[in-house]
């Protein structure tokens, strides 16, 4: 019983700070949020993108391989690199994605060629991870 009106009151209160606060936090239109215009793919071991401000950055698909930010991927990024560990055959041919596809009006999904895909990359992790393009 004790557990139930802690619950209902917890509820009450998300739901109060969440109508006050939304208006607050939210972008007023989805134009004044950070988006991207437009993706280059190439078959070159890169990508470029040109966000909604209008500035342009190139992707390494390694730099983006290596800072995916799924749970896996960031487990595997602390631990301490094992000197006699041998590479699978699979892990000696180059990464590409094979598909990029967006996630709602937040990120992006990348999937690569040996079928990972469990890493979402925000807009700001993106854009943060890009070489300025020189015009």
Request: with cysteine.
């Amino acid at each position: 019983m004790r557990l139930r009106i802690v619950a209902a009151v917890l509820a009450a209160a998300l739901v109060a700070a969440c109508a006050t606060s939304a208006t607050n936090t939210l972008p007023q239109t989805k134009r004044d949020a950070l988006r991207i215009d437009d993706i280059a793919l190439s078959f070159a071991p890169d990508a470029a993108i040109v966000w909604s401000d209008g500035m342009s950055r190139r992707y390494r698909w390694t730099d983006l391989r290596k800072n995916c930010p799924c749970a896996g991927c960031n487990e595997e990024r602390e631990k301490p690199p094992d000197p006699f560990r041998i590479l699978k055959p699979s892990e000696l041919v180059p990464l590409k994605p094979v598909k990029i596809e967006p996630i709602g009006f937040y990120a992006y999904r990348i999937t690569w060629s040996d079928g990972h895909d469990a890493g979402l990359f925000t807009l700001e992790k993106l854009r943060s991870l890009g070489q300025p393009v020189a015009d």
